[in-house]
């Protein structure tokens, strides 16, 4: 079927479908076998362009397999792969057909696909540990979760003689895993992730995008009702009943005398209440359920594509997939770009354990001229343990969730987040991760949001022999909690203290550094910084390493973008490259930036006094 032929039978679905789209604004193009929509007019800005009910979109809860996946207590990005995979089995059958048959024939090409050989492009790379495990937990995914289904259900999952004809078979699971987790849009509290229809036609662009999803997603999540039913009625009643036991109670232990009465008052009037009133004698007796709604803002159970700036006539319009580094489109959506705000490169734990320890015994040689190396170390242990502890203990206190990546206080800590280009793709991948998709930043468990695990954003999953990894942003800083750590670490033992004995000590120290931004320029605070910028500058030297060539050099960034050059038509080892060439502009920049702060506060550190010894005149001996 060629792409005219699917681009025809997928409009006249959603017409059947009652998807509304702006018709005389808009026009579905099809470039090299993928789809895109254009601007046939000039466009304003605020205006909805396309609005899709509710009823046609595919989620777990309107698969013809719901109720099978609601048995199984199956959801997120396998349950929604499942329930793909059966509706492309059904074929014509389906009500989806129009829809789905306008799907890419293959997956999308991520890099745990790729041979060994490329692989190897990415090493030192954040993306190098990802594309190791992508694969294998695909694997466990699909081995815990999808094949017992299937064997429990053999009459609804028909599996065909082989695997080339088993529309179940884990390579067709890949396929539909990576496409959705491409596609899919955080609907509503109770169809969660599903694929939105013509939603998804538009393709992505890293900055500068048109439009942007919008819909209600306060609903019934039992039913998915968008304004009153049952299962809201219930809940008022329960919590009145917890109102009215409440008051029961507290006037029993006001009144023993009445307890028996009150109690059996109490229990006949739940029994009463608990009857539940029929929706249909309320409305008759005139129960306006909406009295508090404003008409003027009436809810729409649809989910609509609204432009969030003018469109010129002949522009293709973009939507995008949110703010996500490098290694999250690489390994989820198959593309990544150049200046990429959201990259980031990571340290592991122990990488600045060890370095905190080196300096530390530094430190305490000068203290300790005549000590060992190995009694060194013991004391810059015995110094450092209970300040990392301290901060372990207090992180959620001394960096709140909420600031995490926004690091605007710390004197050069991150200071812009921490850690565009155009894309087209097969059917305009919908960006589901800018839709609320929930980030996985804990160890892998079933991904919720496509079946797929690439590395994301932030991702907090420890890698073997790193342990937990720290953030330096685009900009080349550290992200705050790792400043305020070196704070902890190599501040003065009696200030420690005062932490220690109060922790609001700890907070008042931290909002002073935020506001004075420099400005203290005390002995003890310019002895500190200097050590702590001689920390960041020397993690940042150690991470530097992992980008060297196998003849340990370091290949300039210029030579690496010319030979990305020369591969323009190679999209793997061009997209290999760009994280490359990304990442070690970030790791020039942070050695950069911390190096000229160690040169100026190692300036300002007072050199010790010379003392002036006089020496003795020489008596010559006499003859």
Known sequence: MTAETK?????????????????????IKTTNGSFGIYAKTNLKK????????????????????????????LEGGCALALAVLYEIAQGEQ????????????????????WEDEEKELFSGTEMEAAIHSDLDDLEDDYAELIEPILDAHPYIFHRGDNEDNDPYSFDKFIKISTLISSRNFEVDAYHENALVPFADIFNHKGENEHVHFETEFEVCDACGALEYCEHQFLDVLEDEEDEEEHKHDKDNSENEEWESEEEDEGDSDVEKDTELPDLDELEKAGVDFYEDEDDEDEKKDTC???????????EEIFNTYGDHPNIALLSKYGFCYDDNHNDYISIGEDSIVDC??????????????????????????????????????NEHILCPAED????EGMEGGCQDGCCGEEHSHSHGKAHGDSHGEEEDDEEHMHDENGGCCGGEEGEEEEEEGRGRPYFINYEGLFEDKIMV??????????KFKTFVDD??????????????????????????????YQVCRALVEFRRLDYLEENGEWKPIETEIKEREKVANNKRKYYALTCRISEKKIAEKAFNYYNELVEEYTKMVPTPAKVNKKKKPVKRARK
Request: hydrophobic content about 40%; proline content about 6%; overall charge negative.
């Open 94 to 113: 389906s009500p989806w057909y129009g829809y789905l048959q306008a799907l890419p024939d293959q997956g999308e090409d991520l890099p745990m696909f």
């Open 404 to 407: 995490e990546h926004g690091g």
């Open 503 to 532: 922790m609001d000590n700890a907070l008042s120290y931290f909002e002073e550094i935020a506001s004075d931004q420099g400005k203290n320029r005390s002995k003890d605070m310019i002895e500190l910084k200097k050590n702590i």
């Open 356 to 393: 905190c320890m080196a300096i530390t015994a530094e430190i305490l040689k000068g203290k300790n001229p005549k000590a060992t190396p190995e009694e060194l170390e013991e004391m810059a242990f015995e110094l450092t343990r209970p300040r990392w502890e301290f901060f372990l203990k």
């Open 304 to 314: 609509d594509m609204v432009l969030d700036r003018p469109v010129k006539k002949g």
């Open 7 to 27: 681009l025809q039978t997928l409009c006249k679905w959603l017409d059947d479908n009652k998807v509304k789209w702006n018709k005389e604004g808009l026009d």
């Open 46 to 73: 605020g205006l909805t362009v396309a609005r899709i009910p509710k009823e046609c979109i595919l989620s777990i809860k309107t698969t013809g397999i719901a109720n099978i996946l609601e048995e199984a207590n």
């Open 485 to 494: 750590l070196l704070h902890i670490l190599f501040m003065k033992p009696e």
